[in-house]
C-alpha cells in the first residue's frame, strides 16, 4: 500500500477528503494521481498528541533504546506537494524527472513522490545522519531510483547540476524523531543533554550557547528567531542560572521568568525559547536563502519548488526569495512587455502561502503552523 493510500484509510483520514486542484503549464505523462486528474487527497493520519511547535507528549521510549527507535514523521501536505512536483517534466525528453528532497528527514514525501510518479529519481539530501539511515532504509525498496547524500542543502549543486532537476522540496525545520528523541536536546518534555544539533559533527551545540552567550545576545536571538515577548527577562534569567545542564531544568528557569499572567494561557511556556535555540545552533535561517537560491539553480524549464515553513521568521525569508527571483525587471512597464534579460526565472505557482486543511490540522498539530509556497522555473537562464 503506498503512503497516501495508507493515509486515506488511517484513522481521521477517511473523513479528511478534500479536493485541490493545482495549475499546472505542464504534463508529466507518468503522474497518476490517485484522486483522479486535477485532484488530490488532503493528507492526514493519527499521531501521538502534539504540542505547540511541534513537541508531542508521547514518554514512551526510554533512554537506552531511544536512538534505535522508529523514525516517526508524518509528512505535512504531502497530497499538495506530490501534486504540485509531480506536474513538473523532466529536464529533457530522454531524461526520467530527478527530484531532490532537500530536508529527507524521514522520507515520507520522498517516498509518496517515489509512489506517485512513475520511474521518477529522487536525491535525498539531510544534515542529519539519523534521518538519513532511517530514510534510507525505508526507501530501499525503490533500488537505484533513490540515492541520499549527507549534505546540507545550501550545498545542493554538489549533487545535481544547474538546470537539470524536475523539483526540490523543502519542508524545514526539525522532524518529530528529534523532538521525541530526549537525547537528542530538541524536547522541553523530556530530559536530554542540551544538544539540539541536527548534524552531531557540528561543534556549536545548545549548551554552549546557554552557557557563553552573553544577555545581549541571548536576548536578540530568542526575539529574531522566535519573536519571544519576554526575550530580555529570560535571557536574564538564563545568564543568573548558570550553569544549566538539562533540557528540563532550562524548561524551569525560562518558565520562572514569564510573569504569573502570562503563563495563565501558556501551557509550553519554553517553547519559544527551544525554538530559538535550535535555530541559533543550526543557524537555520542563515543557511536558508542561500538554500533556496542554489535550489532555484538546479532546476530544468518547468521545475519546480515547493517549501513548508513553520515560522514567521522562516516564511518571511521564503516569501522573500521566491518574490525577488519572480519580479520582472525593473526597467519594465505594466502594459509593455518586459525587456529582453530582465524578464524573472521564476514564476509563482500560487500567491500568498497555502495552509493544511482543518482536517489534517485536527490529527497533525504540526501541519497547524505550516505555510506552503512554490515556484516553478521559467525558461530564463540568467
Ligand atoms: C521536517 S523534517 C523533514 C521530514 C520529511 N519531509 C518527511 O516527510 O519525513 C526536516 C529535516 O530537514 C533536515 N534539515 C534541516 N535543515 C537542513 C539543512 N540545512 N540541510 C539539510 N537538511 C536539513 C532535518 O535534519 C530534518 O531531518
Do not use: W
Not at 27 to 51: I, K, Y
Not at 211 to 218: A, E, F, G, V, W
Request: glycine letters at 10%; proline letters at 6%.
Amino acid at each position: 500500500m503506498t503512503l497516501l493510500q495508507q493515509i486515506a484509510k488511517s484513522p481521521g483520514g477517511l473523513g479528511t477528503i478534500q479536493l485541490r486542484p493545482f495549475p499546472s503549464t505542464t504534463n508529466n505523462s507518468s503522474f497518476r494521481p490517485s484522486g483522479g486528474p486535477g485532484a488530490f487527497l488532503s493528507a492526514a493520519v493519527s499521531q501521538p498528541e502534539n504540542g505547540a511547535d511541534g513537541q508531542t507528549t508521547d514518554t514512551s521510549a526510554s533512554a537506552g533504546n531511544e536512538e534505535a527507535a522508529k523514525f516517526s514523521h508524518i509528512p505535512v501536505m504531502a497530497a499538495d506537494i506530490i501534486e504540485l512536483l509531480a506536474a513538473a517534466p523532466a529536464a529533457s525528453s530522454d531524461d526520467v524527472p530527478v527530484f531532490v528532497d532537500a530536508t529527507l528527514g524521514g522520507g515520507g514525501h520522498a517516498e509518496a513522490l517515489l509512489d506517485t510518479v512513475e520511474h521518477c529519481r529522487l536525491i535525498g539530501l539531510d544534515r542529519d545522519e539519523t534521518a538519513l539511515a532511517a530514510a534510507t532504509s525505508r526507501l530501499s525498496r525503490f533500488g537505484d531510483r533513490f540515492e541520499s547524500h549527507h549534505v546540507r542543502f545550501d550545498r545542493i549543486d554538489e549533487v545535481v547540476e544547474p538546470g537539470t532537476t524536475a523539483g526540490v522540496l523543502f519542508d524545514l525545520g526539525v522532524s518529530s524523531h528529534h523532538l521525541d528523541v530526549a537525547a537528542r536536546g530538541f524536547s522541553f518534555r523530556n530530559d536530554g543533554p542540551l544538544d539540539m544539533r541536527m548534524d552531531r559533527s557540528d561543534s556549536l551545540s545548545a549548551h554552549d550557547v546557554v552557557n557563553t552567550y552573553d544577555q545581549k545576545h541571548l536576548a536578540a536571538i530568542l526575539r529574531r528567531n522566535a519573536d519571544e515577548r519576554f526575550a530580555g527577562r529570560i535571557a536574564g534569567a538564563i545568564v543568573a542560572a548558570r550553569p544549566i545542564d538539562g533540557t528540563i531544568r532550562l524548561a524551569e528557569v525560562v518558565t520562572g521568568a514569564i510573569p504569573a499572567p502570562a503563563l495563565r494561557n501558556n501551557r509550553q511556556p519554553a517553547a519559544r525559547t527551544f525554538q530559538a535555540l535550535r535555530i541559533e545552533v543550526n543557524s537555520e535561517l542563515d543557511l536558508l536563502e542561500p538554500g533556496l537560491r542554489v535550489a532555484i539553480d538546479s532546476l530544468a524549464t518547468g521545475g519546480r519548488i515547493a517549501v513548508l515553513s513553520y515560522h514567521s521568521g522562516e516564511d518571511r525569508i521564503v516569501k522573500g526569495v521566491l518574490r525577488d527571483e519572480s519580479r520582472v525587471g525593473p526597467a519594465t512597464r505594466p502594459d509593455l512587455p518586459p525587456p529582453t534579460g530582465v524578464e524573472p526565472r521564476l514564476r509563482l505557482l500560487f500567491s500568498g502561502g497555502r495552509t493544511a486543511g482543518e482536517a489534517e490540522v485536527a490529527v497533525n498539530s504540526r501541519a497547524a503552523s505550516a505555510r506552503l509556497r512554490a515556484g516553478e522555473r521559467t525558461g530564463v537562464t540568467t
